[in-house]
């Protein structure tokens, strides 16, 4: 079992703050259509910045609202840290426990170490890629056996969109229409975790971000999952969108996709 100490550390302090914030109906704003940021994403980014910087200096720093713009971020570096402060923004000021920080290290383009971690619940998921096995806190986790679409939970990454759900549905129909209960979830990093865990069978999502996605499909990889592109091509963290599932229901859900 490997887990870095530092970085948890910084994942129960942001949390922290998240949780006041979470407590006080936070205030928010409009990022783009069907987007939301609120304070508390900036708070939170701005304190896993300072605390990363402070323990891994040298290494670049790639966050959600500061994007390429933040002074740490380097294209070309070897390594980097990946930061989403607050996935599930929509969730957070609704006041839905259902939301996490993500933080993900890649080196050389791959991630090395992935960590999740819901606030609410202090559930934290982590997986490094040199120890090849994903826990929540000190435990292991496997995908679930589920192989026959008609028994699986499979979630679906859209909110009350139209167009994404017309888009989902064009190309998943056979899937809503067979599986034993779809879900509507935007929260990738938790919903890809879960999927690790073997609480749900199946993620899909066209517009999860690397930032929400990075740090969860090492986890998904390594209990025992398959992660692809939304294309179904061979996943890379820095497309949008992904699928995760089983390997069972992956080879299924690549049947039923049109």
């Not at 993500?102 to 619940?121: K, L």
Request: charged share 25%.
């Amino acid at each position: 079992m490997s887990q870095n100490e530092e970085v948890h550390k910084i994942l129960v302090e942001a949390g922290s703050l998240l949780k006041c914030y979470y407590e006080e109906a936070p205030k928010w704003d409009e990022k783009g259509r069907f987007e939301l940021v609120s304070e508390a994403d900036l708070a939170a980014e701005r304190l896993i910045v300072t605390r990363l910087r402070s323990a891994f200096p040298g290494e670049a720093i790639y966050a959600e609202e500061a994007g390429e713009d933040a002074p740490d971020y380097d294209r070309d570096a070897t390594v980097r840290w990946i930061v989403d402060p607050l996935d599930g923004t929509a969730n957070f000021v609704a006041g839905i426990p259902y939301f996490a920080i993500s933080i993900a290290r890649e080196r050389d383009g791959q991630i090395a170490e992935g960590y999740v971690y819901n606030p609410v619940s202090e559930e934290l998921f982590y997986s490094t890629r040199s120890e090849g096995r994903s826990y929540l806190r000190d435990d292991p986790i496997t995908v679930s056996e589920t192989a026959d679409l008609g028994d699986a939970l499979v979630a679906f990454g859209f909110s009350a969109n139209m167009d994404a759900i017309r888009k989902y549905y064009a190309r998943w129909g056979p899937v809503f229409e067979r599986c034993r209960k779809g879900l509507a979830v935007i929260v990738p990093s938790m919903t890809l975790c879960n999927v690790a865990r073997g609480r749900l069978d199946a993620f899909i999502d066209f517009g999860c971000s690397m930032e929400g996605q990075a740090a969860a499909a090492l986890i998904v990889k390594n209990a025992g999952g398959v992660i692809l592109n939304y294309d179904l091509t061979e996943h890379d963290h820095r497309n949008k969108g992904a699928l995760a599932a089983n390997p069972h229901l992956a080879d299924v859900l690549r049947h039923h996709a049109t």
